[in-house]
């Protein structure tokens, strides 16, 4: 079935790099994606989202691009900090109907990557 | 702004016991969403609503109800609690339906 996925399951990284974590996607009619961060025992916190109308959108130290012709996310962090560890995941929005008839968003999330940053 | 909020934080429940958990949100969104997360499986969607008095089903319904008596509450209700509930609830809202949810920090619920 449609699914959003990620390449790679863990990513550690020193402080002050840079750190890119991918996303597949393989609803092709999918408009609209998010990254979410979650850390421990908290819910997913917003991060940054992209429209399918775009391939590049940049928040403060985050960037995140959509490739359209493969199906590819990816959310760059620059000068990563201890405070960036956490789990990461993408998520495809699409405008879905229920059973009922009524539109709703329908949140598919990804995995989930754990980005570790030591000190 | 508190966001989004849930209570309580954590519950521990025996099998065929029964208990409501509260979301509230201060945003005025007219979507709100009950999902829960399990290891290796993600979010599921249980329920949702559109707007006060409405609810309708997602992925995973059973063993769950749901009310939104009033527009900034959503409630999740099991009814004979099965230790394949236990899991961590969290509750998300938005604007509509093509706009960014936001969570709650969760419950999580053990049902021995």
């Known amino acids: 079935g449609e699914n959003v996925g990620l390449h790679l399951p863990t990513l550690s990284v020193q402080e002050g790099d840079n750190s890119i974590i991918n996303c597949a996607y393989s609803n092709s009619a999918s408009d609209y994606f998010i990254w979410y961060k979650q850390e421990s025992g908290k819910g997913p916190q917003f991060i940054i989202d992209i429209r399918s109308n775009m391939d590049k959108r940049q928040g403060q130290r985050v960037t995140v691009l959509l490739n359209k012709t493969v199906k590819h996310l990816s959310l760059q962090i620059a000068a990563t900090q201890p405070g960036d560890s956490a789990v990461y995941f993408c998520?495809?929005?699409?405008?879905?109907?229920?059973?009922?008839?009524?539109?709703?968003?329908?949140?598919?999330f990804g995995q989930g990557t754990i980005l570790t940053v030591h000190p | 702004n508190a966001g989004v909020t849930q209570t309580p934080k954590f519950r521990v429940l025996k099998t065929g016991q029964s208990m409501t958990l509260l979301c509230a949100q201060d945003m005025n969104h007219e979507y709100m969403y009950w999902y829960r997360q399990d290891p290796g499986m993600g979010l599921r969607l249980i329920h949702y609503s559109v707007g006060e008095g409405t609810t309708a089903k997602g992925e995973v319904p059973d063993g769950y109800n749901v009310s939104r008596l009033k527009k900034q509450n959503f409630l999740l209700g099991l009814e004979s609690a099965a230790p394949s509930q236990t899991s961590v609830y969290f509750c998300a809202s938005n604007r509509g339906p093509e706009d960014t949810q936001y969570f709650g920090p969760g419950t999580r619920l053990t049902v021995l």
């Open positions: 998520a495809e929005n699409s405008l879905s109907l229920s059973a009922g008839g009524t539109s709703y968003g329908k949140l598919t």
